[in-house]
């Protein structure tokens, strides 16, 4: 039988479970894909652990995963443009990716270029997404200077990018292992830690901020003169709440246009989608320890 992730109560990463389940027939307007590549994401831990119970609550035994990129195999009815043995890049609301087989509403799913990899084109949906949606919310544009916390992070990695493909100059904070790969992408890197406000005060006046990993870094822009619109936090929404500074992200951003241009910008080599690390569905429990110590450049990803 097919295998998926599942998990039967809120929990650490020991609840997680790959389990036998049903192949499925895909219903009006869906496909049934077999996936090749899905990534993992820190949203989907703290689902997990019930810390967004009140956000979105969990339905046991859950899936988990909304990114994927993978080959189609069978067609429900009313579909069309997309034929069995196609390779495409999609996403799901069901939490249900991380998995060998998973059924996709049609009409989220883009045509996988030949140049671009399985690793990048699965994990890339709810970062590129998160992304995308953050960068629009700050409305950056040429001679504006952009910060970015966890700028090396899954999210943060591709925002630098798509701040600094405005124009705009884009500051990103990150450890110093990271500060050649961002000098790379044309970003300037700052170290994260003590001093790490008086180093940005040294570069000069910032006009907007996207907030990636927390850590009291909305407070941080507006000690900086950032007007609070043009601040998004895509992880304190506690801040959000109040300081009244945005909060768009994946939800913001989760369109199958949006996903499209992603593939096309990384099709280009307009974005770099790093890839940290990639684990087979069964070492699920590892991709998620890597995932949780909040280290890695990139993606990681899950290879069913």
Known sequence: MPQAVRYGEHGGIDVLQVADVPRLAPGSGQVLVRVRAAGINPGEAKIRTGALAERWPSTFPSGQGSDLAGVVVELGADVEEIQAGDEVVGFVHTRSSHAEYVLVPAEH?????????????GGLFVAGTTAYAAVAAVCPREGDTVVVSGAA???????????????????GIASEANHDWLREHDIVPVAYGEGL???LREL???????????????????????????????????????????IDGNMA???????????ALADKGLLDVPVAATYPLAEVRAAYRELERGHTRGKIVLIP
């Open 253 to 263: 951003g989760a369109k199958a246009e949006v996903l499209r241009d992603l593939v």
């Open 153 to 171: 992070g899954g999210v943060g990695s591709l925002a630098v990018q798509l701040a600094r493909l405005t124009g705009a100059t884009v500051v």
């Open 109 to 121: 799913l883009t045509p996988k270029p030949d140049g671009l990899s399985w690793e990048v084109a």
């Open 197 to 199: 406000e008086d180093r």
């Open 204 to 246: 000069g006046p910032v006009d907007a901020f996207i907030d990636t990993y927390g850590d009291d870094y909305v407070e941080l822009a507006l000690r900086l003169g950032v007007y609070p619109g043009r601040i998004d936090t895509v992880v304190d929404f506690g801040a959000a709440e109040k300081y009244g500074v945005k």
